[in-house]
DNA sequence: CGCTTCTTTGACGAGCCTCAAACTGAGTGG
DNA sequence: CCACTCAGTTTGAGGCTCGTCAAAGAAGCG
């Protein structure tokens, strides 16, 4: 369950944050000193631990060092849906700190957290103008993620959504400086990206194999390696193929049809 | 295009509004005529209109008072996914009011709204608690639509969705005061249900077709009725059928394999 | 070394999409 | 008043995508 990274993947703890947050708004040299504060106060959980629970209103803001969670809600007769992954240099429960959480959050691997209450207070305060900024940041970008969740689910293909979450993952992971441009790692099982995208267990192991076979990818011990980027953004993004390839008449969307021609 | 709806199916412009923060928040007396006063400065929109661009930083924060509105992304190949729709009551640009809207905001049918930024200036400043906390209230509740939407998308037949859909429509519309607990109005094309639901406008109009077979649902001259709101509550929620009918083993979910029987 | 969890593959069927065309109703203009 | 048009709805036929069922490999773990 616990992934087996190597070693230059990763990043030191409170690091992970400051390089998160200082990417969205320039932050003070106290500002700055007081989220690395943040790893002082660190807790860790086991895979499967409930981070934060449905409507928890004393819900302590967090912020993850390391590990992945996600956001999930269970449906009645045992169907889950994922909306949204924690990664390292995430938060939880900061973003809209007015109310109470509106989906459980789970640890997927074990997570490593620090205690968040200090930085949001003085964002809130009104001293730290450059962490508020941050926050609020933080904020629009998770509700984007969401918008593009939407997307994927409502208007892409298994191929689309899997090519689009898999470059969500590495461009995430870059920003909080774990893996490069098209290494990174993915402690994620299947069925666990089939929740999140709406597919069958079996259909994502297809899925997979299919961006394999096409040449897009390789995924071996956790780590996964996006080996035509562009290619995979053109595939996620439904824009037509590159200048290179033969130009297909009504900028048709690529595909399984695509590489099951090859 | 424009709605024609029986007269009792309507209410009148800005108690719209109120009726819909006083149930999310007691609001004294001066909040109340504050609130009314955002019908003084009304503006009209046609069906079609952009009423809110993507990354509109300046955007003014609105109540709508009648007319339907939706958000919206335009795929580069021309899809569209629709992310919520904005009914009479809601607002644009006071949800997430910190930063700018993340797509754009279109008007379904022809829209009524009115200028809210004195509400928002009102509870960002503290002189009115009861707004600010009605606000936040309006938020949280439409990030739990937009939960919800995912969950349709991701986990749900076509089915399911749309009686999820029309439920929710249902359920807003009387909260604001329009339609009661089986009949309100329902001013979208078939078109704009598959972009919302993630279907085809082909089998949009046959899961309709199929919710009409089944007894569930009247469709005519742009009103709904529901007629069985609590056979479609247990089929959008994925609960085991009714208490009276032959129970289902492994508490089965509902879809269009169940009325197929019939 | 057996257990459990996860991955992989095959076979089959169902849900949903695409293409195509007929039908309806509301304008619009001759 | 009657074509004619245009947007939306409805229906049929056929096929691709994806889910379900089943079972056989891997891989981690006690």
Redesign the pocket.
């Known amino acids: ?2 992934t ?1 990274l190597p070693p230059r993947l990763s990043a030191r703890p409170p690091e992970t944050v400051v390089r998160r947050l200082r990417a969205l708004s320039a932050l003070s040299d106290v500002e700055q000193a007081l989220l690395r504060g943040v790893g002082d106060r660190r807790s860790s959980h086991a895979a499967g631990d409930l981070l934060a629970d449905v409507g928890a209103l004393e819900a302590r803001p967090r912020f993850i060092f390391s590990g992945w969670a996600c956001r999930q809600r269970i449906l009645p007769d045992g169907r889950r849906q994922i909306f949204s992954f924690l990664l390292p240099g995430d938060s939880i429960s900061i973003v809209g700190r007015s109310h109470r959480e509106l989906c459980a959050v789970v640890a997927l691997t074990n997570v490593e957290t620090g205690d968040a209450r200090g930085v949001v207070e003085a964002a809130d305060s009104g001293r730290a103008p450059g962490l508020a900024q941050a926050l609020a940041a933080l904020e629009a970008q998770e509700q984007t993620l969401l918008l593009d969740h939407v997307v994927r689910l409502g208007r ?6 899997m090519a689009h979450l898999l470059l969500e993952f590495q461009r995430r992971l870059q920003l909080a400086g774990v893996g490069d441009d098209r290494r990174f790692p993915l402690p ?5 990206m ?1 929740d999140a995208l ?12 299919q961006l394999r076979r096409d040449g897009l990818l390789e ?1 071996r ?1 956790g780590v996964a390696i996006l080996l035509q980027p562009e290619r995979l953004a053109e595939i996620a993004d439904a824009r037509p193929a590159a200048p290179g390839a033969p130009a297909v008449a009504p900028a048709g969307r690529d ?3 695509d590489s ?1 021609r090859a």
């Open positions: 369950m616990t087996r892409q293909t298994a191929y689309e959504r994620l099982t299947q069925e666990v089939g709406g597919l069958s267990i079996v259909h994502v192991n297809r899925t997979l194999q995924l011990y595909g399984l049809e099951a």
